[in-house]
């Protein structure tokens, strides 16, 4: 509402459905250009807009285009040093401490890690694939020898999750359903488990099937 109200300022107090593309345009240029805002300020901006027109006004205004960008702010990382980053690792204990480790021992970025399934872990080519990573792509990282009897016994806590979960009438692991077509049993399979799975069982939205 309040992008809504600072379009129609902008405008004269003009009626949105009287303007269009190249008026939006205007007003998103000025915002960087004149107000110097962030590009996530502006992207919030176009958003707004488009829903005005798309599901309020439900008018078609075409592609908005001709909009000078604004700027997205280069700043510097901050990085620990080895001492802060063990500092913070003796901090932590069990599950936790494994996905902090891992993720600064191989450079995982949180969501790979949290996604990583049992078959990703290959201890014998002491690596770890990662699947439609940044990019969408697959690589391959390191696993540090440090952390192999920490991930193993993960794992065995996923295989003891994954037999009190079948026990129980469940353990299905969420996959796309697409390979589930395929291979049926797949999510009742250790290899399919994640090595971090979730404390508590839900249900998927879709499926209504009970899941990890």
């Not at 006004?57 to 700043?75: H, M, N, Q, S, Y």
């Not at 078959?119 to 080519?125: E, N, R």
């Not at 589930?180 to 994640?194: I, N, T």
Request: aromatic share 10%; net charge positive; charged share 25%.
């Amino acid at each position: 509402m309040g992008w809504i109200k600072r379009f129609v300022f902008f405008h004269g107090k003009q009626h949105p459905k009287d303007l269009g593309a190249p008026e939006v345009e205007g007003f998103l240029s000025s915002l960087a250009t004149q107000r110097g805002v962030f590009a996530s300020t502006q992207n919030q901006a176009l958003s707004a807009l488009l829903f005005l027109y798309k599901q309020v006004l439900a008018v078609d205004i075409g592609c908005v285009e001709g909009v000078t960008r604004a700027k997205r702010p280069e700043r510097v990382p901050v990085v620990l040093i080895r001492q802060e980053v063990a500092s913070v690792l003796q901090q932590m204990r069990g599950r936790d401490w494994v996905m902090a480790s891992l993720m600064y021992g191989t450079g995982l970025r949180l969501m790979e890690c949290v996604q990583l399934r049992v078959q990703d872990i290959d201890f014998g080519y002491r690596q770890i694939t990662v699947h439609n990573g940044k990019g969408a792509k697959d690589r391959f990282v390191p696993l540090p020898d440090a952390l192999m009897p920490s991930l193993q016994e993960q794992i065995q806590g996923s295989e003891r999750l994954l037999t009190n979960d079948l026990a129980a009438g469940f353990g299905e692991v969420s996959m796309p359903e697409s390979l589930v077509r395929k291979y049926p049993s797949a999510p009742f399979e250790l290899r399919w488990w994640y090595v971090f799975p979730a404390s508590d069982r839900s249900e998927d939205p879709i499926t209504k099937r009970i899941k990890r």
